[in-house]
């Protein structure tokens, strides 16, 4: 097996699309994300899987269940199984994340372009246990 081995930081700041699943393991995976001015993810809750943000460039702010946090530029955050969570641009420009999640939560290798693309093709992409290598 090779694993992963990149820039990430490079790769988040080069990254344009919604979301782009980078790598999927059997219990991590790995996943970029922008978000334009003024756009969220959308308030979710995984049930079984945890999840960590890093965010690269912008600013935005997370909610946690009652609790929201300012993001910048540095900023990690990590979502507890069961909580209630959005991310949201707070800022003027791209807000530019990497995201693990462990379990996986997308099928390897998606590539969603815009929110609303991320939104028509979402329960049709779930992760279906495949792994990239």
């Known amino acids: 097996m090779n694993g992963y081995h990149d820039d990430i930081e490079h790769q988040t700041t080069s990254n344009s699309d919604f979301r782009r699943v980078l790598y999927t393991g059997h219990h991590l995976q790995l996943v970029l994300m922008t978000l334009q001015a003024g756009e969220e993810i959308g308030a979710e ?19 946690i269940d009652d609790n929201t946090y300012d993001v910048v530029d540095g900023s990690g955050v990590i979502v507890p199984a069961g909580a209630r969570h959005n991310v949201r641009n707070t800022g003027d420009d791209p807000l530019k994340l990497y995201t693990l999640y462990g379990p996986p939560e997308h099928k390897d290798g998606v590539v969603q372009s815009t929110k609303a693309d991320a939104d028509a093709r ?8 495949r792994a990239t290598e």
């Open 122 to 129: 979402h329960s049709h992409e779930e992760w279906d246990g």
């Open 45 to 63: 809750i995984h049930k079984d899987r945890d999840q960590f943000f890093r965010f690269e460039e912008g600013r935005g702010q997370v909610d």
